[in-house]
């Protein structure tokens, strides 16, 4: 950077001066707060940031200088502003999976495709995208989330919101397009997984056994992954709705790996 570039010495010096008055406005803020999630303690926040990142970048680029403050991302949500007791919800849901044994999930797709008369025509389980349809019509996502790798998936982010509403929707209001409007500050809370906050993250460690059995060419013997197959399947297709129940027959609870 050039000297003409730089910041001057009292624009560093007044961007100080607006951090000091940052604040103090956030503690008159938050002395003054009416409840956890004041308005005026947000924008406070907010504009306390602001402040000091102007701050710290005037100061690195005049005297190559850093602050010890960590600036936050804007990776939260905003207060929440929705009805004090809402009378209705919505959750919303996204999982992520990469496909990384497709072969495996073609074999799931043609165990469900030959035990159901009416499946979509045949041959649905020769593609991946068949096999897919054929998989999530027939197991509820929650399940397939919870056995990710028998169906030769691979878990990525997912994220979970709850919002709320002051009255329940008329049927079919939003399907054509569910998940377009979505406001923030109704968000009651939201739950989020994914590797990044995970330090001792494993890249796969329980693949290793199945990856021995593969030939050299890395792709396994399909007649035997059939065969692997037949029991899970054959129950899971036998239980129907049931499959959802624990040993004792109440509701299974479903698995978080927050």
Not at 94 to 114: C, G, K, N
Not at 179 to 184: A, G, N, Q, S
Request: with cysteine; net charge negative.
């Amino acid at each position: 950077m050039s000297d003409a570039a730089q910041p001057t010495a009292a624009e560093v010096r007044a961007a100080a001066e607006a951090v000091k008055t940052a604040l103090d406005r956030h503690l008159a803020a938050v002395e003054r707060r009416s409840g956890e999630e004041d308005p005026a303690v947000y924008d406070a926040f907010n504009e306390l940031a602001a402040a000091a990142e102007a701050y710290d970048e005037l100061l690195y680029d005049r005297y190559d200088e850093v602050t010890p403050f960590e600036i936050p991302g804007e990776d939260t949500l905003p207060p929440y502003t929705g009805p004090e007791e809402p009378s209705a919800l919505s959750v919303l849901i996204r999982r992520d999976y990469a496909v990384a044994e497709p072969q495996r999930l073609m074999a799931q797709a043609r165990r469900v495709e030959a035990a159901d008369e009416d499946a979509p025509g045949a041959g649905a389980s020769g593609t991946v995208h068949g096999a897919l349809g054929l998989l999530f019509g027939e197991f509820e996502p929650d399940e397939i989330a919870s056995r990710h790798k028998e169906f030769g998936l691979e878990e990525g982010d997912s994220t979970l919101w709850v919002t709320a509403a002051d009255e329940s929707t008329e049927p079919g209001e939003w399907l054509e397009a569910p998940f377009e409007e979505v406001d923030p500050e109704r968000v009651v809370c939201r739950f989020d997984v994914s590797a990044v906050f995970d330090e001792e993250f494993d890249d796969g460690d329980d693949g290793d056994e199945e990856d021995e059995d593969e030939g050299e060419d890395g792709e396994a013997d399909l007649s035997d992954l059939d065969e692997d197959l037949d029991e899970d399947l054959d129950t899971d297709l036998g239980r129907g709705l049931d499959r959802d129940l624990d040993e004792d027959g109440e509701p299974a609870r479903l698995e978080a790996d927050r």
